[in-house]
C-alpha cells in the first residue's frame, strides 16, 4: 500500500490501515529504511475574477455549522513528460474532506470548472460553493450553474489563500501524492494513477481532520452520503 498507492503515507496514517500501533510502525520503518516522501511547495496565479462574489463561507455562523454543506474547489496545472500541461478541477466538501469531484483537461478555460460541478456527487445538504477569485469560477455561465445546483456562490478575499484552506491543502496533497510521484509519459499513465488514487483517497486514507479516519468513513458516521467509485476525470 505505502509504495503502490501512495508513498507519501507516514507511520501515523499507516497504523491505522495495519491495525497496529503507530510507534510499531515507525520501528519497522526506521529498521527497513522506509520514509514518507516529502513535498514541495508551489503557489500559481490564474488570474482573477471580473465580479467577485461575497466571502459567505467565512462567516462566523458558517464556519461553525456542520449541517450546511460547504464545498470548496481550487484550480491547478502539471506538466507531463510529453511536455503537454495538464490542468485539474476538483470540489470538496469541508464537513466530510470527500472529493465529489475531479476532472483534468488540457485547457484551463471555465468549462473545466462547469464540468466539475455537474460531475460531483450527490449530497442532500450541500448551501455554499467556495472557491479563489480565479476568472474561470466568476465567468456568467459558471455562476449560473453553481446558482441552478442550488448553491450559494462564495469567494475568498483578492490574494488570500488562507480563506480557502481545505482547497489549498488537498492540492498540496494531490501534488505531492500522485503528480510528483513519478514522472507520466502520458494522459492516460497519468488518469490511472490519479483514479487510483483519489478513491483510494475517499475510501481509505486516514485524514488526521476527521478523527483518523477516511472521508467516507467519516460521512457514514455522520449521516453524510459516501461518494461512490470516481471514473469520470476527464470533461466530456
Not at 501512495?6 to 500501533?21: E, I
Not at 473545466?112 to 456568467?140: C, F, R
Request: with cysteine; proline share 4%; charged share 25%.
Amino acid at each position: 500500500m505505502h509504495d503502490d498507492i501512495d508513498d507519501t503515507l507516514g507511520h501515523k496514517k499507516l497504523a491505522p490501515l495495519l491495525c497496529t500501533n503507530k510507534k510499531r510502525v515507525l520501528r519497522v520503518m526506521n529498521k527497513y529504511g522506509i520514509k514518507a516522501r516529502r513535498r514541495s511547495t508551489k503557489y500559481h496565479y490564474h488570474g482573477k475574477a471580473t465580479i467577485a462574489q461575497p466571502n459567505r463561507a467565512n462567516e462566523p455562523d458558517m464556519k461553525e455549522s456542520f449541517h450546511l454543506g460547504i464545498v470548496f474547489s481550487d484550480m491547478f496545472e502539471f506538466r507531463l513528460l510529453d511536455g503537454s500541461i495538464l490542468r485539474g478541477c476538483f470540489a470538496l466538501l469541508k464537513q466530510t474532506r470527500q472529493i465529489l469531484s475531479l476532472i483534468f483537461d488540457y485547457s484551463m478555460k471555465a468549462t473545466l470548472v462547469q464540468a466539475t460541478i455537474n460531475s460531483m456527487s450527490e449530497q442532500d445538504d450541500l448551501y455554499i460553493w467556495h472557491t479563489d477569485q480565479g476568472k474561470q469560477y466568476g465567468a456568467g455561465k459558471t455562476i449560473d450553474l453553481v446558482i441552478e445546483k442550488g448553491l450559494l456562490p462564495s469567494m475568498s478575499r483578492a490574494g488570500t489563500p488562507t480563506d480557502n484552506p481545505y482547497a489549498e491543502r488537498f492540492v498540496g496533497q494531490f501534488k505531492h501524492s500522485v503528480v510528483r510521484r513519478q514522472k507520466y509519459p502520458d494522459l492516460g499513465s497519468f488518469l490511472h494513477q490519479a483514479e487510483k488514487w483519489i478513491n483510494f483517497y475517499n475510501e481509505t486514507r486516514p485524514h488526521e481532520g476527521i478523527d483518523m479516519l477516511s472521508p467516507n468513513q467519516y460521512a457514514l458516521k455522520y449521516g453524510w452520503k459516501t461518494v461512490p467509485y470516481i471514473t469520470q476525470l476527464t470533461v466530456q
